[in-house]
């Protein structure tokens, strides 16, 4: 008995779920109201992105599925639209294995910021095809620059953080 709650609470993916928990809650209280530029930080994205970049596009796109239907929960958009643009923001930062051999910490930072650009440009185009309102116009390019900057800096403190939640660790024995 021990034994199988031990491994459960060892197990990357329940450290996953606990951890976009807090993800989605700084994503909908804190860098919900913390706007610079006018531009709502996309911790989200940040997260899934750098999942990819450091676990690879498989791990990455789970991430950002995960994260992005716990942040679906808080917003008005259809339910699950952002869960499927975060899965392709984290699939789209597992491609950094593909372009740099040895990934150092600047250019996983630096494809956060790209993929989170990428997410951004992504979502109203996404809202587009259900039919649902974007509402962002022709500054979303703005935007999306805005959220990538933001990202890579944020993604400095975040690396640590997303290599010990997706870490897949052992049991000895």
Do not use: C, K
């Given at each position: ?167 897949d660790a052992r049991l000895p024995g």
């Open positions: 008995m021990i034994d199988r709650l031990l491994a459960l609470l060892t197990n990357r993916w329940t450290r996953l779920v606990l951890v976009a928990l807090v993800v989605g809650a700084l994503q909908t209280t804190l860098f919900g109201d913390v706007r610079p530029f006018g531009t709502v930080v996309q911790f989200a994205f940040l997260y899934a992105a750098l999942a990819g970049a450091i676990h690879g596009s498989e791990v990455g796109a789970i991430a950002g599925f995960v994260v992005g239907f716990l942040y679906d929960t808080a917003l008005t958009t259809p339910f699950g639209l952002t869960a499927a643009v975060a899965a392709l923001v984290g699939a789209g930062g597992g491609l950094l294995p593909f372009l740099v051999r040895d990934p150092t910490w600047w250019s996983i930072s630096l494809a956060a910021a790209v993929a989170t650009a990428g997410g951004v440009l992504a979502l109203p185009v996404a809202m587009i095809l259900v039919g649902a309102p974007s509402g962002i116009g022709g500054a979303v390019v703005g935007l999306a620059a805005v959220a990538a900057a933001v990202n890579l800096l944020l993604s400095i403190p975040m690396i640590p953080a997303v290599r010990w939640t997706l870490r």
